[in-house]
């Protein structure tokens, strides 16, 4: 069945630093990809998307390339902020299931 | 203006107990899910319905029994709670085959 993996976590960042968080999956079709973060006490915000290969998505400095002959969708960011501690989620979904596969997450600290 | 909302937030319960979870949205979306995520922070979808029928039923044990009276909510019911239960239950809506808008989440605890 399809699958996601992630980077192991906990990432521990100093502020302003550059952040890369590995995802690649495992899909039968041509999935769409995701990024989604939850924040403390909250729920799953989207973060990005991209639908197809070669897409980027991008969201508040963050950024992610559909990468199909690596099976990879890494998040990137420039310089991170202390606001951007969270769990991030790397996911597909196949759009015949309908259902979203999530990575384990990946648990992000930024320290001023 | 919440677009997808849950009640309640926080539930503790005795195992053996009988509880429910409700999730409404507003989004005027057709297809909603449960999904369910462990101590571990892992997320596993549970049940997706669409239209009021269901959809997707992951092996989930038949205590859990999922309810759409209308599009706008999905209810999850759980009977005879075991202390595996514990978890976040978090639902989510979507027009089908487009991005997902998850609600604040539900912690379920059984003592």
């Known amino acids: 069945g399809d699958s996601v993996t992630q980077m192991e976590g906990p990432v521990t960042l100093s502020e302003e630093a550059f952040l890369t968080i590995n995802c690649t999956y495992t899909?039968?079709?041509?999935?769409?990809l995701f990024w989604y973060v939850q924040y403390p006490g909250e729920g799953l915000q989207l973060l990005l998307k991209?639908?197809?290969?070669?897409d980027k998505g991008s969201n508040k400095g963050f950024e992610a390339t559909y990468r199909k002959e690596t099976t990879s969708f890494h998040l990137e960011k420039g310089s991170v902020q202390v606001s951007d501690s969270a769990v991030y989620f790397c996911?597909?979904?196949?759009?015949?299931?309908?259902?979203?596969?999530f990575g384990q997450g990946t648990r992000l600290t930024i320290n001023p | 203006d919440t677009a997808v909302s849950q009640t309640p937030k926080y539930l503790v319960t005795q195992m053996g107990n009988d509880k429910s979870i409700k999730c409404e949205q507003n989004?005027?979306?057709?297809?909603m899910y449960w999904y369910k995520q462990d101590s571990k922070k892992f997320l596993k979808i549970m049940f997706s319905?669409?239209?009021?029928?269901?959809?997707i039923n992951e092996t989930v044990p038949n205590r859990f029994s999922p309810k759409s009276p209308d599009k706008a909510h999905l209810n999850l019911h759980i009977n005879s709670l075991e202390l595996g239960d514990s978890a976040v239950y978090f639902c989510?809506?979507?027009?089908?085959?487009?991005?997902?808008?998850f609600g604040p989440g539900t912690r379920l605890t059984v003592l």
């Open positions: 989510a809506s979507s027009s089908l085959y487009n991005e997902q808008f």
């Open positions: 991209a639908t197809k290969a070669d």
């Open positions: 899909a039968t079709g041509y999935p769409s």
């Open positions: 996911a597909l979904s196949d759009q015949g299931a309908q259902k979203l596969v």
């Open positions: 989004l005027g979306h057709d297809t």
């Open positions: 319905y669409n239209n009021k029928e269901l959809i």
